[in-house]
């Protein structure tokens, strides 16, 4: 993880929701793929913005298992339960690309914002939206085949034009057997959507891959708008 200082720290903080008065001890923080931004079971220190990226939401269940839950974007927060709440909720989160995210310490900043009406507003929506997007992944399940849903995922975890997730996970966060998962990569690699080079994928027709995965998305921003 990288802090940036001085101007290039200077300029990711000219353009952000966060009023004037919260920027002298803001960070802007930069994370590779696989770093962990917050490890399970550690609480998080910042309320993270996230300007650029994208990351994994994990969870380690009692029996040992590791899921994939969710995706964080550009534009989402990290820790914003852990702010409005005395409770540690955020799980493992770990970035899929390279990542810069805005950070501002919670023990200076956590009673500023929960007085800052704007902030709590622009919160509240984005709550909203979150919500409602978990509530669609569960129903996309059901409503959509596979051939959709894996597009979307994989333009989700792609870096610079690779895809390289574990199958077990995708199986699992798709919940789909692990024989139809590899029926339906065989057949975006016999469309040529994807390249197989070694244990990756290498996205070779981004616009058909886009093409299916904005039948889910579609359906997202429906769905928003109806809340």
């Known amino acids: 993880m990288e802090i940036y200082k001085g101007d290039k720290r200077l300029n990711y903080l000219q353009d952000h929701l966060f009023s004037i008065s919260v920027t002298e001890f803001m960070e802007v923080h930069e994370y590779q793929r696989d770093e962990w931004i917050i490890k399970e079971g550690l609480r998080p ?63 200076r900043y956590r009673t500023q914002l929960l007085n800052d009406v704007t902030f709590l507003r622009e919160l509240t ?48 966060y798709l919940g789909v057997s692990y024989r139809h998962l590899l029926h339906v990569l065989n057949q975006f690699c016999d469309k040529h959507y994807l390249q197989k080079v070694g244990r990756e994928y290498h996205i070779i027709k981004l616009d058909k891959l886009q093409e299916l995965a904005e039948v889910l998305r579609t359906a997202d921003v429906v769905n928003t708008r109806q809340v």
């Not at 339960?81 to 810069?100: H, P």
């Not at 959509?144 to 895809?163: C, H, K, M, S, V």
């Open 125 to 172: 929506k984005f709550l909203s939206v979150k919500s409602t997007h978990m509530a669609t992944k569960y129903t996309q399940s059901l409503a959509f085949p596979l051939e959709n849903r894996l597009a979307d995922f994989i333009l989700q975890t792609a870096d610079q034009g690779i895809y390289k997730e574990k199958h077990v996970t995708v199986c699992d």
């Open 45 to 107: 220190d910042f309320l993270y913005y996230v300007i650029e990226g994208k990351a994994k939401i994990y969870v380690t269940h009692q029996n040992g298992k590791v899921s994939l839950i969710n995706f964080i974007n550009a534009n989402d927060y990290i820790g914003e339960m852990e702010l409005l709440n005395d409770v540690y909720y955020t799980k493992g989160i770990q970035a899929s690309t390279k990542t810069i995210c805005l950070a501002l310490p919670f023990h």
